[in-house]
């Protein structure tokens, strides 16, 4: 025997066999639902692009430890996409003036990227995006707090369970800068350190701190920001706060953003948590995350911001936009946790499915017609192509639980005839070929199952 | 200013805007529609495998000209599939014991190949592919024919406009071998030389062909052999058929597949053509590919066979199968080039979306609290986040093509009430909010289009 390959599919990549599609196809439909309420529409990018515009303003450790790198020509980097954003901005870029505004699109592309596989990390993984162009406001953040919620309620999930923390960088060049004195050149330093503490102990983040900064009113001024969860807590850090910090468009756009939140109710699901910063070099205002509130996922199921000035890549045009990526695998992760993913939705349902057995081969066509006739009443069927051991064809129509099975002989093809067999009463029928598909629907309706 | 980055994808790879998106979402659910018709489950593999499955059995040239490939660690390759068929059978064999036989699955993965960019053909492309294992008997090929047929039929083409050209790899063998004496180790070139053939002249051809075979009868040979188009004029290719001919494998198979095309009434739809024999080196029986009969769309749609021997890569189990691969663009270029994708489906129906304009910012939470209650009724809706300048609003409201507008001011908040204007007959009428969605109803069923 020759030598065998692996049967098992690479590290951190998942095959998805149906019962497992089913669940994933199942919240994909049900995000595709509320994307319609709110009128985002589909679009899809390539997944593959020039290593160039993620280089330039993704992250350097996404691009440059993170990736899947194709070289086809001596010079010439690929990228496999590590996350869709950089491609939505070029697409807008691309065909800008056609574009009704305020854009509102939705994708669900394959992103990858090389680390080490954990719980609800893979290294290929389908990301929701939803994302808003062209609106100002602060309401486009709203918006996609909105669907957010709506997106987790609908599957039954509530705010015990799951909460979205925000935060503005904005905000938190403000409180650098004009309580913290820190330099302009250093803040993207500070976003550096909040999102790689999340990974650290105490020890080892304050370790980590005094490397990145050696002055300790500084280290112990970004120690205390990071444990605040809403605005009077980090005016309370520190001493004295200077009029300069309360007229910041940062302490403005929180309290704006607050002020929303707060008006359209939905304040039991979002919290402030000055410990988002996001790792994404190019937010440029509001900045979030949704986690589950329990201990078990502890990986954010989605991350999001505002960012002013990705289409610069592209153009000259200056188009803001506010938007989220929300990994499907997380997200069925938490609905696994808290018992929101019906058992039903991995199985298949075939109810409807017709099963079509016969005495001999000398009615194969005739078994074929009738498979054709049902299926352009769009009932599915199944045909059993043995074409003998009659017994054998109907367990095998049982395993699969079909609730109608067909009987086809010579006598029945000769009368233009059908045994009908409903598998849950085990009572036959003889019926005209006429009269099938009436007589399917009427045991349908009665003995089906109304799951749904 | 700073360097540009282009804003066109890569060469051969394409951006779906939302309109291209609908087309090929149309196209898909169709298609998905059919799969479930016939039972088949839809699954997903990972877009990369190791190299060596698809360097054992699907082609040299595929792999080692036209693929993708990325290398993480140092002799460690990975390729971006260029089809699926390798890693639908890993995935088989992996949980071989647990899939209910036959397994009917279809799956609509993205494939790449670095090729020169033609019609039809991409570099990242989308490829429908529908397969039957561990069904022995021809009665898999026929489904499959059938499938093709109701694919296309179902879009409104006729078997004037595409045909399934057959062929059967066994009885090219055994032509090969008994008629023109050329020894089993040069079959696999046999195939080559026929599948190339495609693309030269007739001159190109024959000294491809003397160049690969010395011998100036099998060379003549092949050459009468490609033009042949049923099994009369095969035979009557040779002067002595001898009854080892009739006697084989090849001829029996081929033989019995025409039986089941004229029983099943599919006979106008497929044609027997001795230059198909497809590229890929799995396939070991029927092999067949679906054409445009016209002369717009010169590369088959579709193109699939027999392969018996492809779970041999990663076990001992011996499980035959029938499958072919469809490209969505070469479908969605054949059904344009006749008319078969109505306009509409392009345009977003935008009847059921309700514009919500504000008089000022006063009422924004009303407006989002309406937005909210529509929605739960399954009304997209979109907000006027400018609240201001009705007029611009209404305009807006306008060029989208909404059919309901509701304006709301601090008159209508205060008492609870809305006004709903009807854009095509430019009615307004104020509504109390219980009233609200019964009224919109209305006007939908009375003033929206009933296209569908």
Not at 117 to 136: C, H, K, Y
């Amino acid at each position: 025997m020759s030598k065998k390959f692996s049967k098992e599919p690479l590290r951190g990549m998942k095959d998805f066999y149906p019962s497992d599609l089913r669940k994933v196809r199942w919240i994909e439909e049900l995000i595709g639902d509320i994307a319609n309420l709110y009128d985002y529409e589909e679009f899809e990018s390539p997944l593959m692009e020039s290593i160039d515009i993620f280089a330039a303003k993704s992250s350097e450790e996404l691009v440059n430890e993170q990736s899947f790198i194709v070289e086809k020509k001596k010079g010439t980097r690929l990228i496999l996409r590590p996350e869709l954003t950089p491609s939505l901005a070029r697409m807008v870029a691309r065909k800008s003036q056609e574009l009704k505004r305020p854009i509102r699109w939705y994708s669900n592309p394959v992103c990858f990227r090389y680390e080490r596989p954990q719980r609800g990390r893979m290294r290929s993984f389908q990301q929701v995006n939803f994302d808003i162009l062209d609106e100002t406001s602060l309401y486009a953040e709203l918006e996609m707090f909105q669907i957010l919620i709506d997106i987790l309620t609908s599957f039954g999930a509530t705010s015990k369970q799951f909460q979205i923390y925000y935060n503005n960088r904005r905000l938190v060049d403000a409180v650098c800068k004009i309580m913290l004195g820190i330099p302009e050149k250093d803040l993207s330093k500070v976003y550096k350190v909040i999102d790689k503490s999340e990974k650290m102990n105490e020890q080892e983040f304050k370790d980590f701190l005094k490397e990145s900064f050696k002055d300790a009113r500084i280290c112990d001024g970004i120690v205390k920001l990071k444990g605040v969860n809403n605005l009077d807590e980090l005016v309370q850090c520190f001493e004295n706060v200077p009029q300069e910090f309360y007229e910041s468009i940062g302490y403005k756009e929180i309290t704006e953003l607050e002020n929303l939140i707060r008006d359209n109710e939905i304040v039991s699901y979002c919290s402030l948590n000055f410990s988002v910063v996001r790792g994404l070099d190019y937010y440029t205002g509001t900045v979030f995350e949704l986690f589950d509130t329990g201990s078990k996922n502890i990986r954010s199921i989605c991350g999001g911001g505002r960012y002013d000035d990705l289409l610069s890549l592209f153009s000259n045009e200056k188009i803001t936009g506010v938007g989220f990526g929300m990994g499907v695998l997380m997200l069925s992760l938490f609905l696994e946790t808290y018992g929101l993913i019906p058992d039903y939705i991995g199985e298949k349902d075939y109810t409807d499915t017709i099963y079509i057995a016969s005495i001999n081969e000398k009615v194969s066509s005739y078994a074929i017609k009738i498979s054709k006739l049902l299926r352009e009443e769009d009932l599915p069927c199944i045909v059993d192509y043995r074409f003998n051991n009659l017994k054998n064809q109907l367990s095998k129509a049982g395993d699969i639980g079909v609730l109608i099975t067909l009987i086809l002989g010579p006598k029945e093809m000769e009368l233009n005839k059908v045994t009908v067999k409903n598998m849950k009463t085990e009572e036959q029928k003889i019926v005209n070929l006429e009269d099938l598909v009436d007589e399917i629907f009427e045991i349908i309706d009665y003995f089906g199952d109304t799951e749904e």
